[in-house]
């Protein structure tokens, strides 16, 4: 039988949401990748962060 597993991060979006609904922050969807500015900035942004941490692995992994 399936059982239905919480989403990997459902404990961390629940504390964003509830302080977002505390402070009164307001959020909008947006359509990825139709152009955006801040979506594009932090589609930019979440890359270089990923780029940054795969360069830290491959030093501490030393030469293949």
């Not at 504390?15 to 589609?43: F, I």
């Amino acid at each position: 039988t399936f059982t239905p597993r919480p989403p990997k991060y459902a404990a961390l979006s629940s504390a964003l949401r509830e302080l977002a609904v505390t402070s009164g922050a307001v959020t909008k969807w947006v359509r990825a990748h139709a152009g955006h500015r801040w979506n594009e900035h932090v589609d930019a942004s979440a890359r270089a962060a990923r780029l940054r941490a795969a360069a830290r692995v491959r030093r501490r992994s030393g030469p293949a």
